[in-house]
């Protein structure tokens, strides 16, 4: 493909994903210069398509780049109301008091949001400012100046053969060179992970961490619905095999998220994650508020988990992570999407201020220093040893001691320091002879559900005759090393059934990807065991349409 002609369009700032890092750093270039050229490229089918969040929304992001967001309009529709946090046993449930929990811990002022549907307003913000926002454009490739810097990205590469090569219908796509280029991907995006590792921008970090997220919204009925009620529980069914916990949110008319976070740093091979979500339906206490309800749509997505000893190097030159590409959630909080905001404010900011000194291609440490050093490092230092405490002596410990710690970190000190992740949440998983399988239930068709069924409602889509993007390092390795040593974990950490191992009478088995169901949350791409598998980008327009997650 190295022969292939494009032509290119020159930007001040070409930004990589309509998110709401991307988005918010689009709005403020603009703010700050009304004729700086900038442009937004997103693989969704339109703005918002490939957003999944839980959300509820600390709108402290939204009030530093648009403090007039209420009188424009921003769908923040449902203030939060009532906070429960609970501990669940296979039948029943502690409520946690409030009152111990840290400050920071408090929803109130926050808004349960479809973060899908904030993009979407943040778009139409971005675009009556004079930014050019471009869905369904996949950005492809990085491209690299003389020096080594980078210079732009490949967005817009259609109608390729399964084999890679042009086909009848081919488009090359376009090269957008900027003076300085956002990653705003999200989670594992495909072009920063090779910007990090280019420029080894890990370096001296610990390893980032994982979750995966799982998601439906739900129609219940209203005698059971209260809008602005938030609930938290952990505990039941993942007990000691998984860190993580679920969500339930009230949002307006009568419609609840229920979600689903598993931690990616678990041990045994066996756990199926979303058979984990759907077990976790049929608890009393949520049987109960979804009887007589329907689920209306279904998604999936890694959150980044690392938090601030976890952050890489934000910049290289001519280039900059914002958001979830470097790992701004705060994970007792679960939330990321202020931080994500605040992260595409700085950027532009430091941007700015080195186009106007004639600056550009080089480093913006400024934007890495206010990250650090500003609201998103104060927020996430706070709570940097939670993770570790959870993963290193379990959810007991990670209440109690964390707890303190978060207590005392609001007062300036931390007795613990920072702690280390230790493995990745790939080498964190343990061969399948170590452990025992899990006994699932089978889906009711009520309440839970098979993962096929449940892909039709995150309405995924992809063009059959293209290249398979989720890519294998070495074909032979999940039949030769990760079935027999691993059982093949893909065929159940995957909640979109994109994996199979396939055995029929006769034959040896054989590792089928239906990549046609992927919803790019990219857990394959963080959990294989070999790090085998790689999530590239598929073309444009391609993957979940999300209505309002």
């Known amino acids: 493909m190295s022969e292939v002609t494009r032509e290119a369009m020159e930007y001040d700032v070409v930004i990589v994903g309509a998110g709401p890092a991307g988005l918010s750093a689009a709005i403020r270039l603009k703010q700050l210069d009304p004729s700086r050229e900038v442009v937004v490229l997103e693989k969704g089918s339109e703005v918002g398509a490939h957003i999944l969040s839980g959300a509820v929304l600390d709108p402290c992001g939204l009030d530093a780049l648009i403090p007039d967001w209420k009188d424009k309009g921003a769908p923040l529709n449902t203030p939060v109301r ?25 929803n109130h002022g926050n808004y349960i949001v479809s973060m899908g549907n904030v993009c979407r307003w943040m778009a139409e913000q971005a675009e009556e400012l004079g930014v050019e926002v471009f869905p369904g454009m996949a950005c492809s490739e990085v491209i690299y100046g003389e020096n080594g810097e980078v210079k732009g990205v490949v967005a817009g590469e259609f109608g390729k053969n399964p084999d890679g090569t042009p086909g009848p219908s081919y488009e090359p796509g376009m090269e957008l060179h900027g003076k300085y280029v956002f990653l705003s991907e999200g989670v594992r995006g495909s072009l920063a992970k090779e910007v990090i590792a280019k420029y080894d921008l890990s370096a001296g970090k610990e390893p980032q961490k994982f979750g995966l997220g799982m998601k439906e919204i739900w129609e219940i009925d209203p005698d059971k619905h209260n809008e602005g009620e938030v609930t938290h529980t952990m505990g039941w069914p993942l007990g000691k095999n998984a860190g993580g916990g679920s969500f339930i949110y009230h949002l307006e008319n009568n419609q609840v998220y229920v979600g689903f976070v598993v931690h990616l740093n678990y041990k045994n091979p066996h756990l199926y994650p979303y058979m984990e979500f759907q077990r976790f339906k049929h608890h009393p206490m949520v049987a109960e508020l979804l009887k007589g309800g329907k689920r209306v749509a279904y998604g999936a997505r890694a959150i980044s988990e690392g938090g601030y000893q976890s952050m890489p190097k934000m910049v290289a030159p001519g280039v900059a992570l914002l958001g979830c590409s470097v790992g701004m959630v705060n994970v007792p909080r679960i939330k990321g999407n202020h ?10 900011e430091a941007a700015h201020a080195a186009i106007e000194a004639g600056r550009a291609s080089d ?42 710690d978060m207590w005392t970190n609001t007062l300036g000190f931390s007795l613990l320091g920072t702690l280390g992740h230790g493995k990745t949440d790939a080498a964190a998983t343990e061969p399948a002879d170590k452990h025992k399988e899990i006994a699932y239930p089978r889906p009711d068709g009520k309440l839970s559900f098979d993962r096929l069924t449940n892909v039709s409602f995150s309405m995924t889509n992809h063009e059959e005759n293209q290249p398979c993007h989720l890519t294998l390092k070495d074909p032979s390795v999940p039949i030769d090393v990760n079935l027999p040593k691993y059982d093949e ?9 994109v994996y199979e191992v396939v055995r029929e009478e006769g034959q040896e088995p054989r590792f089928v990807i239906n990549f046609q169901n992927c919803v790019h949350c990219k857990t394959c791409d963080i959990k294989d065991p070999t790090q085998n598998i790689n999530w590239v980008t598929p073309q444009g327009g391609d993957g979940p349409n999300y209505p309002n997650m």
């Open 82 to 106: 009532q906070d429960n946090f609970y501990m669940l046993g296979e039948g029943g449930k502690i409520r946690v008091p409030n009152f111990p929990m840290p400050p920071l811990m408090n």
């Open 339 to 348: 931080n994500a905001m605040l992260s595409g404010k700085a950027a532009a």
């Open 489 to 497: 974990p893909a065929q159940r950490y995957c909640p979109a059934g």
């Open 363 to 404: 480093e913006l440490s400024d934007y890495e220093t206010e990250v650090r050093s500003g609201a998103i490092g104060k927020d996430l230092k706070k709570v940097r040893n939670v993770k570790p405490l959870w993963s290193k002596f379990g959810l007991g410990a990670s209440l109690a001691i964390g707890g303190f």
